[in-house]
């Protein structure tokens, strides 16, 4: 199958932009069946704007393993114990 380039309009800020022949295919070999709606610069934005979800609250614990201070971005309950990073990943590593 052979892509041509297409001027398309984006639905966010109704600018024209090129949906270049390698964009197409890259499209096809990933299954995607729409075309894109938004430009580069709107798809960035809105990418941004997803991201950037303020700052993290983190929550102060206890390692139920080797008892170091640590933090964990969920708030813990008292019927699971919580593991400091290097304690979980030895954890993961056994099973």
């Given at each position: 199958?052979?892509?041509?380039?297409?001027?398309?309009?984006?639905?966010?800020?109704?600018?024209?932009?090129?949906?270049?022949?390698?964009?197409?295919?890259?499209?096809?070999?990933?299954?995607?069946?729409?075309?894109?709606?938004?430009?580069?610069e709107c798809r960035l934005?809105?990418?941004?704007?997803?991201?950037?979800?303020?700052?993290?609250?983190?929550?102060?614990?206890?390692?139920?393993?080797?008892?170091?201070?640590?933090?964990?971005?969920f708030r813990p309950t008292e019927d699971?114990?919580?593991?400091?990073?290097?304690?979980?990943?030895?954890?993961?590593?056994?099973?």
């Open positions: 199958m052979s892509f041509e380039d297409r001027t398309l309009t984006c639905k966010e800020c109704g600018c024209e932009f090129v949906f270049s022949a390698s964009e197409q295919e890259f499209y096809a070999e990933k299954g995607f069946q729409n075309d894109p709606a938004r430009c580069p934005a809105r990418k941004r704007q997803r991201n950037a979800r303020g700052e993290r609250e983190m929550f102060t614990v206890i390692c139920a393993e080797c008892g170091c201070e640590t933090q964990v971005p699971r114990p919580v593991y400091c990073r290097d304690c979980y990943q030895k954890i993961r590593e056994q099973v």
